[in-house]
């Protein structure tokens, strides 16, 4: 199958490539079915996350322990179920971020991140109860903490 990517033209991808996200996004509940690509073919610390049904939707998500490597989201067993893992092991995070010039000025979103069953590709976007954790975190402050 062909996708024309908005950041990356068109891609040739199989069904076994396809993440599949039960009800959507928050505010695009109606795609479901998206084509992960990454920026960098070494890591995942920042994928295009392309929509199958529209193509010219497409969220830049980050690999959240990349940049704020003491993350710990608390899944819920109901969130666990739902996505059918085994154990929390089999999931995967990433978290939606909005890129600003410059990059320093870009957010990410750590209090929803999108949860991803590894072994089945079923994935939810998933609301955390730590209030640590908020909806704009500005990279610039994640990397300060970093430093310090």
């Known amino acids: 199958m062909i996708i024309n990517a908005k950041y990356f033209g068109e891609i040739s991808y199989e069904e076994n490539d396809i993440i599949q996200i039960m009800d959507g996004l928050f ?9 992960p690509l990454p920026f960098n073919a070494e890591n995942d610390s920042m994928i295009s ?6 193509e010219s ?11 704020c490597p003491d993350y710990a989201p608390e899944l819920s067993e109901k969130d666990l179920k739902e996505l059918e893992a085994s154990s929390h092991d089999d999931i995967s995070y990433y978290v939606i971020s909005v890129i600003h010039d410059p990059i320093e000025d870009s957010t990410v979103n750590l209090r929803a991140p999108l949860a991803v069953n590894a072994i089945n590709r079923k994935a939810k976007q998933v ?17 300060k903490k970093e430093g310090e």
């Open 49 to 54: 996350l392309q929509s199958l049904e529209d």
């Open 57 to 67: 939707l497409s969220f830049i998500v980050m690999n959240p322990f990349m940049i």
């Open 27 to 35: 505010g695009f509940e109606s795609c479901t079915r998206y084509l």
């Open 127 to 143: 609301m955390l109860e730590q209030p640590k954790y908020t909806f704009r975190h500005k990279l610039s402050d994640l990397s």
